[in-house]
């Protein structure tokens, strides 16, 4: 609706883990968000993030490209930085 009336879009996080940041790449990579944004790389935030590593490249972050929001969390890290799990199942 914005890039329909010609209104500039802005879309960034700071602190997300890989799973934020890819969603964030994916919008921002969108006609329309001609805004910068201040996504950038994990090591900004994290030692180790629970995805691969986003990486600075001639000062962008590359879009990613897998399906979904084109990353997978990395088991072992996700394993070792979560605290509580609960499974849910449909009745």
Not at 32 to 53: H, N, V
Request: aromatic share 8%; glycine share 10%; hydrophobic share 45%.
């Amino acid at each position: 609706m914005a890039r329909a009336h010609g209104v500039p879009v802005w879309c960034g996080g700071m602190p997300e883990t890989g799973i934020g940041r890819a969603a964030n790449l994916a919008l921002a990579a969108l006609p329309g968000f001609t805004l910068p944004g201040d996504t950038s790389a994990s090591s900004r935030y994290f030692a180790e993030d629970i995805t691969e590593a986003f990486v600075l490249a001639d000062g962008h972050l590359p879009v990613p490209r897998a399906p979904g929001i084109g990353v997978e969390p990395l088991p072992d890290v996700l394993r070792r930085f979560t605290r509580a799990r609960r499974d849910l199942y449909a009745a």
